[in-house]
């Protein structure tokens, strides 16, 4: 049985940083093709917010894409060894308030930023930015 936990959200000032967290049980000795991490503002869609893709990649290390709302702020990891999904983020803005979601799955290069191509997901993470 897959299981996704985030944990690190919190409440931080603007231009503070936080590191979410996304624990991944279940999935495997080689894990998923892509990691990914989406977010919901109240009363907004699911967006797409980065993800860390093999599919079509020729690095061993996987190839990431962001959107570009938090390109240059935000960058995610892997650490294989501890099966932990992570994004830090940095230089965050009142308009990042979100509850924030991992996702994991095979998911073709085309749809990596697409939510249902995802198969699995963690419960989601409140990350709150004051002004």
Do not use: H
């Not at 390109?71 to 230089?91: C, E, P």
């Amino acid at each position: 049985q897959v299981q996704l936990v985030e944990s690190g959200g919190g409440l931080v000032q603007a231009g503070g940083s936080l590191r979410l967290s996304c624990a991944v049980s279940g999935g495997g000795p080689r894990g998923f093709s892509s990691y990914a991490w989406f977010r919901q503002a109240p009363g907004k869609e699911r967006e797409f917010v980065a993800v860390l893709t093999w599919s079509g990649s020729v690095w061993s290390g996987g190839t990431t894409y962001y959107a570009d709302s938090v390109k240059g702020r935000f960058g995610i990891s892997r650490d294989g060894a501890k099966n932990t999904v992570y994004l830090q983020m940095n230089v965050l803005k009142p308009e990042d308030t979100a509850v924030y979601y991992c996702a994991a799955g095979e998911v073709d290069l085309r749809s990596i930023r697409n939510g249902f191509a995802y198969g699995y997901w963690g419960q989601g993470t409140q990350v709150t930015v004051s002004s």
